[in-house]
């Protein structure tokens, strides 16, 4: 499974192109694969995942030959990504359509955000602001994430390592 962390500045080019930050993709098991697949988060922020890893992520999904509500209203997900092939620079274009899906057809200046099994895509400007609106409590979301890993020690978790 990835595990992309950090924030990284970076610009979207005059011809949609998007370098991926090294340390980026030095977090990048090739297991996972080597190219990305872009898609449109629930927040409207384009997400990032590798290849393979969404591959096995969309394999997951059951399917039956009668469509659901639910599997219909997922079909918009599946129909909306697109896969991206990094160059030697690795550097992907982006798809027009998906930046206008995301309102960043007039942006340049972008953060991309590791979280966890995917990377996600910001207008820097919103980043920061972001970040100034949910750094006061930072110190308490740590507090009560490190309460819930106690409570799940203490409920007999086996996937929390020891303090």
Do not use: C
């Not at 591959?55 to 469509?67: D, G, I, T, V």
């Not at 990504?81 to 007039?106: F, H, I, T």
């Not at 953060?111 to 750094?135: A, F, K």
């Amino acid at each position: 499974m990835p595990f992309f962390t950090g924030e990284h500045e970076t610009t979207i080019g005059a011809k949609r192109r998007l370098a991926i930050s090294s340390a980026l993709r030095d977090e990048q098991l090739s297991v996972d694969g080597q190219q990305f697949y872009l898609v449109l988060g629930p927040d409207k922020h384009l997400w990032l995942y590798p290849d393979e890893y969404y591959r096995k992520l969309a394999a997951s999904m059951k399917r039956s030959l009668l469509p659901s509500r639910q599997t219909k209203k997922l079909s918009l997900f599946f129909a909306m990504a697109r896969l991206l092939k990094p160059d030697a620079q690795g550097r992907v274009v982006l798809p027009e359509k998906s930046l206008q899906r995301a309102s960043l057809e007039n942006v340049q200046d972008v953060t991309l955000v590791g979280e966890q099994d995917h990377i996600e895509l910001w207008p820097s400007e919103e980043w920061e602001r972001y970040l100034e609106e949910n750094m006061p409590s930072y110190e308490e979301t740590l507090y009560e994430a490190a309460q819930v890993l106690e409570d799940q020690r203490s409920a007999g978790g086996n996937d929390v390592p020891d303090k």
